[in-house]
């Protein structure tokens, strides 16, 4: 497994986009078994298993470099730019050694520390070590930002390329930009979203993990939340046929049902063995989640996880005395589908979409499909668990380029 260096004016704990990037690889590498050394300014080792390698010289706010700015802002290159860049270089050195992958975040096209970038271009010119630049912002091209001649030494660093580095960029729009301003073409340039950790967002325990893992639950086009017991006046069948209806439509599907049968009851025993009998002769077994058989114990953490990764609420009873449900559904905006019943439609009034209790499950099926096609929300939401989830960018896209794949 190679061993990787981060590399960036700062790291973890300073609050900042690139440093939350940072710890967000760093974990994602460490999760797949890699080694991490982070070589930054300034930091504080974040996790135990993380090694930390702390250059002071590395950060824009070091004495020594603001001096040099301020000179080289004069239009002065003096003898202390060389003395600090050859002792930026030394210590980088010692740094990487024990790594076979660093990774340089933003230092090579901002202008905040140019010895640190004469530092990098130099050694990295010189090592057979594996490089990647990983371009966060690009401060020449910037009206933000005012930065000296770019045809002057070091200035002009910016703007050269190195022949034995590989380019990764976080949008199309840096892409084009790095491209223009190292006058590469942008093919030559990989490009790698930022991306958002689901498990902090959702607050998953472990269980929930390993059943969205188990089923694929943040591929899917759809999941139907049924939060209650396995009782007959709820009508889950009616949920199973439409789940049936929209897989034969070409979706993927997974309709959650959070509670168990009463195992004192017959009948709520007998309805259930009805129920997996007609999910088997629908074909739909994997897409009908009793989270009963699954041994996942539903408490109010992993019941707040299942409304934020849904879709729908789907509500199908014949009879409710109340409907809590829909009031949970609403503090997550979650959309709702449910059978127009009373008091669901006191309840609801005007903000859900109903159904009547004999209406065909292909109709229904079509209004969902109709609803999450337009409802902004809904495919933002899949979207962004499908394509911008951490474990997924790592897989497809990270650890692909590492190991030296064409992208």
């Given at each position: 497994m190679k061993r990787i260096g981060i590399l960036h004016?700062?790291?973890?704990?300073?609050?900042?986009?690139?440093?939350?990037?940072?710890?967000?690889?760093?974990?994602?590498?460490?999760?797949?078994?890699?080694r991490v050394?982070?070589?930054?300014?300034?930091?504080?080792?974040?996790h135990p298993k993380v090694k930390l390698s702390l250059i002071p010289e590395l950060d824009g706010l070091h004495p020594q470099n603001r001096r040099i700015r301020k000179e080289l802002d004069e239009g002065n290159l003096t003898p202390t730019f060389d003395r600090f860049k050859e002792n930026i270089k030394r210590k980088l050195k010692k740094a990487i050694s024990d790594t076979d992958v660093v990774i340089i975040h933003n230092l090579l096209s901002v202008h905040f520390n140019l010895p640190a970038t004469a530092a990098l271009h130099e050694t990295i010119e010189s090592s057979t070590k594996q490089f990647i630049f990983w371009c966060h912002d690009i401060t020449p091209t910037d009206p933000n930002y005012c930065v000296g001649d770019l045809k002057t030494?070091?200035?002009?660093?910016?703007?050269?390329?190195i022949s034995n580095i590989r380019y990764v960029t976080i949008s199309s729009l840096r892409q084009s930009g790095l491209s223009k301003l190292l006058s590469l073409p942008r093919s030559s340039i990989t490009v790698i979203p930022d991306g958002v950790e689901e498990t902090f967002f959702f607050s998953l325990n472990e269980k929930m993990k390993s059943l969205i893992d188990k089923y694929s639950l943040f591929d899917a086009d759809c999941v139907m939340l049924f939060p209650a017991r396995v009782i007959k006046r709820k009508n889950i069948e009616l949920g199973i046929e439409v789940v049936s209806r929209l897989k034969k439509m070409g979706k993927i599907v997974y309709f959650v049902i959070t509670g168990p049968p009463d195992p004192h009851n017959v009948v709520s025993v007998e309805y259930y063995k009805s129920l997996k009998r007609l999910t088997k002769r629908l074909g739909v077994e994997h897409n009908v989640i009793f989270l009963y058989e699954e041994g996942l114990k539903v408490d109010s953490q992993t019941l707040k996880g299942l409304y934020k990764i849904s879709d729908i609420l789907f509500l199908p009873s014949t009879r409710e005395g109340f409907g809590l449900p829909l009031l949970e559904a609403g503090l997550v905006k979650l959309p709702i589908f449910t059978s127009k019943i009373e008091p669901i439609t006191e309840l609801g009034e005007n903000d859900v979409n109903y159904f009547a209790l004999n209406e065909d499950?292909?109709?229904?099926?079509?209004?969902?499909?109709?609803?999450l096609s337009k409802n902004g929300a809904s495919k933002l939401f899949r979207k962004v668990v499908m394509k911008y989830r951490w474990g997924k960018i790592f897989k497809e896209k990270i650890e692909p380029l590492i190991n030296g794949e064409v992208l």
């Amino acid at each position: 497994m190679k061993r990787i260096g981060i590399l960036h004016f700062s790291g973890p704990p300073v609050i900042g986009g690139v440093e939350f990037i940072i710890e967000a690889h760093s974990r994602c590498f460490l999760k797949q078994g890699y080694r991490v050394r982070i070589i930054v300014g300034s930091g504080k080792k974040f996790h135990p298993k993380v090694k930390l390698s702390l250059i002071p010289e590395l950060d824009g706010l070091h004495p020594q470099n603001r001096r040099i700015r301020k000179e080289l802002d004069e239009g002065n290159l003096t003898p202390t730019f060389d003395r600090f860049k050859e002792n930026i270089k030394r210590k980088l050195k010692k740094a990487i050694s024990d790594t076979d992958v660093v990774i340089i975040h933003n230092l090579l096209s901002v202008h905040f520390n140019l010895p640190a970038t004469a530092a990098l271009h130099e050694t990295i010119e010189s090592s057979t070590k594996q490089f990647i630049f990983w371009c966060h912002d690009i401060t020449p091209t910037d009206p933000n930002y005012c930065v000296g001649d770019l045809k002057t030494y070091p200035w002009s660093l910016l703007k050269k390329p190195i022949s034995n580095i590989r380019y990764v960029t976080i949008s199309s729009l840096r892409q084009s930009g790095l491209s223009k301003l190292l006058s590469l073409p942008r093919s030559s340039i990989t490009v790698i979203p930022d991306g958002v950790e689901e498990t902090f967002f959702f607050s998953l325990n472990e269980k929930m993990k390993s059943l969205i893992d188990k089923y694929s639950l943040f591929d899917a086009d759809c999941v139907m939340l049924f939060p209650a017991r396995v009782i007959k006046r709820k009508n889950i069948e009616l949920g199973i046929e439409v789940v049936s209806r929209l897989k034969k439509m070409g979706k993927i599907v997974y309709f959650v049902i959070t509670g168990p049968p009463d195992p004192h009851n017959v009948v709520s025993v007998e309805y259930y063995k009805s129920l997996k009998r007609l999910t088997k002769r629908l074909g739909v077994e994997h897409n009908v989640i009793f989270l009963y058989e699954e041994g996942l114990k539903v408490d109010s953490q992993t019941l707040k996880g299942l409304y934020k990764i849904s879709d729908i609420l789907f509500l199908p009873s014949t009879r409710e005395g109340f409907g809590l449900p829909l009031l949970e559904a609403g503090l997550v905006k979650l959309p709702i589908f449910t059978s127009k019943i009373e008091p669901i439609t006191e309840l609801g009034e005007n903000d859900v979409n109903y159904f009547a209790l004999n209406e065909d499950p292909e109709k229904i099926a079509f209004k969902i499909v109709k609803f999450l096609s337009k409802n902004g929300a809904s495919k933002l939401f899949r979207k962004v668990v499908m394509k911008y989830r951490w474990g997924k960018i790592f897989k497809e896209k990270i650890e692909p380029l590492i190991n030296g794949e064409v992208l």
